[in-house]
């Protein structure tokens, strides 16, 4: 029950007063005097009125309405997920550690889509872009143009762990499949026993989780490697049938005919081009077959112990052999981690809210340490956010 100044002074309407919690009493357990009681209302008061005078207003929001599934966010099978991104929306524009930055605009971006990751339930966001004094307009606007101004963004994420993917690990072979392993994160502290991670300077993270389960786990030496296998099986043979199709092209063999009338040396250049490509489409890359038999060697020699142990890479390594791997004490080494299949486990509905993200991105460095915005995931209470679970992994 809220805490009221009648409550405070029932001794007077005959009641007997309630022992008054800890903000009122000494270090010694002994009540406060009635003028100690009105100061410290008074500055709790103070303190609530200055945070939320602190930012100048709240720009009406900009929703997304497409979804990705062929629907609109207000769909009635959304309606779950909706509502929890209008909760977490008012969780946002209620936050003290957000209100209390400085001359400042707000904004908010709403949106709702299909799943960020496999076996995952829908996501949804809303991004909160801040914006200087210089880029407001009338009572509580912003010029033409000023989303692409904002000096920082403030994000929640549901069901959404993609900006810790964008450090990957084999990037361009990973749309052979949707595996996708990272570089483990640098984890920078906790608010509330929730961990912060930090990606660089610019972006760091906040992962609240249903049965605070952990956001990634270890990718094994043994998986690691048959991704491997996989994603350059596909590439290999992308590249055979690049070079079947250019070695038998019969425009490009004429061509070099008739250029050999008018200038042999290029013709020769071209031919010998051609003849490359006729050897590389029958398996004749040197270079290439030496990657790739190193990799089946490592994959025939490991035991059932090393496949299961996580793998670490380092600069060296990777330089060595796309696949390359070290030891967890050598010099430079990171782990390569995934996303954490078991978020999603379970009986679940496409609704339920597995995890919440926190997000700072952070534009303008100077203006967002200045006005504090750079430090919201280290001050924030984490309660209100929390309460967006929806689903507990059984």
Same mark, same amino acid.
Request: charged content about 25%; overall charge negative.
């Given at each position: 029950?809220?805490?009221? #100044?009648?409550?405070?002074?029932?001794?007077?309407?005959?009641?007997?007063?309630?022992?008054?919690?800890?903000?009122?009493?000494?270090?010694?357990?002994?009540?406060?005097?009635?003028?100690?009681?009105?100061?410290?209302?008074?500055?709790?008061?103070?303190?609530?009125?200055?945070?939320?005078?602190?930012?100048?207003?709240?720009?009406?929001?900009?929703?997304?309405?497409?979804?990705?599934?062929?629907?609109?966010?207000?769909?009635?099978?959304?309606?779950?997920?909706?509502?929890?991104?209008?909760?977490?929306?008012?969780?946002?524009?209620?936050?003290?550690?957000?209100?209390?930055?400085?001359?400042?605009? $707000?904004?908010?971006?709403?949106?709702?889509?299909?799943?960020?990751?496999?076996?995952?339930?829908?996501?949804?966001?809303?991004?909160?872009?801040?914006?200087?004094?210089? $880029?407001?307009? =009338?009572?509580? =606007?912003?010029?033409?143009?000023?989303?692409?101004?904002?000096?920082?963004?403030?994000?929640?994420?549901?069901?959404?762990?993609?900006?810790?993917?964008?450090?990957?690990?084999?990037?361009?072979?990973?749309?052979?499949?949707?595996?996708?392993?990272?570089?483990?994160?640098?984890?920078?502290?906790?608010?509330?026993?929730?961990?912060?991670?930090?990606?660089?300077?610019? !972006?760091?993270?906040?992962?609240?989780?249903?049965?605070?389960?952990?956001? #990634?786990?270890?990718?094994?030496?043994?998986?690691?490697?048959?991704?491997?296998?996989?994603?350059?099986?596909? %590439?290999?043979?992308?590249?055979?049938?690049?070079?079947?199709?250019?070695?038998?092209?019969?425009?490009?063999?004429?061509?070099?005919?008739?250029? =050999?009338?008018?200038?042999?040396?290029?013709?020769?250049?071209?031919?010998?081009?051609? %003849?490359?490509?006729?050897?590389?489409?029958?398996?004749?890359?040197?270079?290439?077959?030496?990657?790739?038999?190193?990799?089946?060697?490592?994959?025939?020699?490991?035991?059932?112990?090393?496949?299961?142990?996580?793998?670490?890479?380092?600069?060296?390594?990777?330089?060595? $052999?796309?696949?390359?791997?070290?030891?967890?004490?050598?010099?430079?080494?990171?782990?390569?981690?995934?996303?954490?299949?078991?978020?999603?486990?379970?009986?679940?509905?496409? !609704?339920?809210?597995?995890?919440?993200?926190?997000?700072?991105?952070?534009?303008?460095?100077?203006?967002?340490?200045?006005?504090?915005?750079?430090?919201?995931?280290?001050?924030?209470?984490?309660?209100?956010?929390?309460?967006?679970?929806?689903?507990?992994?059984?």
């Amino acid at each position: 029950m809220a805490m009221t #100044y009648s409550s405070l002074n029932s001794n007077r309407q005959g009641h007997q007063a309630q022992p008054l919690p800890p903000l009122f009493r000494d270090d010694e357990g002994v009540e406060m005097t009635k003028v100690m009681k009105h100061a410290v209302l008074f500055f709790c008061l103070l303190t609530v009125v200055g945070a939320a005078a602190a930012g100048d207003c709240w720009v009406s929001a900009v929703e997304n309405p497409g979804t990705g599934f062929g629907d609109t966010m207000t769909a009635k099978r959304h309606a779950p997920m909706l509502a929890s991104l209008r909760k977490g929306e008012a969780a946002l524009r209620a936050d003290p550690v957000i209100n209390a930055i400085p001359d400042v605009r $707000y904004q908010q971006h709403l949106g709702l889509g299909t799943p960020a990751h496999p076996g995952a339930p829908k996501s949804a966001q809303s991004t909160i872009f801040l914006h200087k004094p210089e $880029y407001w307009q =009338g009572k509580c =606007g912003l010029v033409k143009g000023a989303d692409i101004t904002h000096f920082v963004e403030l994000e929640l994420l549901l069901n959404n762990l993609d900006a810790l993917e964008e450090q990957a690990v084999g990037r361009s072979e990973q749309r052979v499949d949707k595996v996708k392993f990272f570089y483990e994160p640098r984890r920078i502290g906790s608010s509330d026993g929730h961990p912060i991670y930090e990606r660089n300077d610019s !972006n760091r993270l906040l992962f609240i989780t249903s049965g605070n389960l952990p956001p #990634y786990v270890p990718v094994t030496l043994g998986e690691y490697l048959d991704a491997w296998h996989r994603w350059m099986e596909a %590439e290999r043979s992308e590249s055979q049938g690049d070079m079947q199709q250019l070695s038998s092209n019969q425009e490009w063999k004429a061509y070099i005919v008739q250029l =050999g009338k008018t200038d042999p040396k290029a013709a020769a250049e071209m031919q010998r081009d051609m %003849e490359d490509a006729a050897r590389l489409a029958q398996g004749g890359d040197v270079q290439g077959n030496e990657e790739w038999n190193e990799l089946q060697r490592l994959r025939r020699v490991l035991t059932p112990a090393q496949r299961t142990q996580p793998v670490y890479i380092n600069q060296e390594a990777v330089e060595l $052999y796309r696949f390359g791997h070290v030891s967890a004490d050598a010099e430079g080494a990171t782990a390569v981690v995934k996303i954490n299949p078991a978020l999603w486990a379970g009986k679940r509905s496409d !609704n339920e809210v597995r995890v919440v993200a926190l997000q700072v991105l952070i534009q303008d460095g100077e203006s967002s340490r200045r006005s504090g915005a750079d430090r919201w995931l280290e001050r924030v209470d984490v309660r209100p956010y929390r309460s967006l679970l929806t689903g507990e992994v059984k």
